[in-house]
């Protein structure tokens, strides 16, 4: 991955996710993005999906989560993807936004249905999903890593807008400012004061089980010790010239965030955050180390996206229009 820091700063973004979550995004359908650590930047975000291929279970778990917090707000007909290809840059998203779980779900000025996705420690805001119309096969990596400049230049072309079942316009507490929502940010304006709980049924109880019970097959060893601070300043940076892809972190000085005891070291938490996006992404990697081998699909006809892909991309790296490609 030739991708680098410029200036402190990621250029082009990527987070890689296992599917069915990864599709979900793309298609507008998640709204909330949930790490157990805040997200370094703000604006387009590409979303990689992982080699893993879902199984079925899970893939039923997570669209019966969702069918069930639509509903709440009235919606009824989903479209899911059809398919959840792995090992493929999917399109991205924008980021808006982080706040915690107990801020999301005290939010009143966001649909019942979105304080529900609030199911993790801290909540990426997503808008204006876009898809690429061929995904891309490529190799995701750890953490919040840069796009390589060739796969983003042909990636960007491709891009297609998607409407999602019910799109959230996610206010922010100072227009002028692009991190004003933050962690924290909201915490003064709820005062203590718990959200309107919704009346919830037993099959959103139940929908609700399933999801998280998805989500902890590639969490289990996160570490249960809570960090004294934490800080959204630091993002990974990956040099591909050293064969042992080794990572640093950068103090991009855009986010203040809550302050720990003054004077304290904040080396402790760097190793904390650091464990827990290791425990969170390490089984992507695993994945994608065989997709240059092989492709699999979920199960469904996904054999004839390989080829396209292959010569789309191709083409788009020599600057010209795949002959007879059909982008419909």
Request: glycine letters at 8%; proline letters at 7%.
């Amino acid at each position: 991955m030739s991708g680098r820091m410029r200036g402190g700063n990621l250029t082009n973004p990527c987070l890689t996710m296992h599917q069915p979550w990864a599709s979900l995004l793309v298609y507008g359908i998640k709204r909330i993005e949930g790490r157990s650590w805040p997200a370094p930047i703000r604006g387009r975000l590409w979303i990689h999906a992982a080699g893993k291929v879902p199984d079925q279970d899970t893939i039923k778990a997570m669209e019966d989560f969702y069918r069930e917090i639509y509903a709440v707000n009235g919606v009824t007909d989903l479209k899911f993807p059809e398919h959840y290809p792995v090992s493929r840059l999917l399109g991205c998203v924008e980021v808006v936004g982080c706040v915690k779980r107990e801020e999301l779900v005290c939010w009143e000025d966001v649909p019942e249905g979105v304080r529900l996705e609030g199911q993790t420690d801290f909540c990426w805001l997503c808008e204006q999903p876009q898809k690429l119309l061929v995904p891309f096969e490529m190799r995701g990596y750890q953490g919040v890593y840069n796009l390589e400049k060739k796969i983003y230049e042909a990636a960007v072309r491709g891009l297609c807008p998607i409407e999602g079942p019910l799109p959230v316009k996610f206010p922010l507490p100072d227009p002028s400012d692009p991190f004003s929502l933050k962690p924290g940010s909201l915490a003064l304006r709820f005062n203590g004061s718990n959200a309107s709980e919704v009346e919830k049924p037993p099959s959103l109880n139940a929908a609700i089980a399933g999801a998280r019970a998805a989500a902890t097959q590639f969490s289990k060893k996160e570490p249960s010790k809570n960090p004294t601070r934490y800080d959204a300043n630091f993002i990974r940076s990956r040099d591909t010239r050293n064969s042992t892809e080794t990572s640093r972190w950068k103090d991009n000085g855009a986010v203040e965030e809550d302050k720990g005891p003054s004077g304290q070291s904040n080396g402790g938490y760097h190793r904390w955050e650091r464990a827990h996006q290791n425990a969170e992404e390490n089984s992507c990697m695993d994945h994608d180390r065989n997709s240059s081998r092989r492709y699999q699909g979920d199960g469904r006809n996904f054999n004839q996206q390989l080829g396209a892909s292959s010569k789309i991309f191709a083409a788009a790296m020599k600057g010209l229009k795949p002959a007879g490609a059909n982008r419909a």
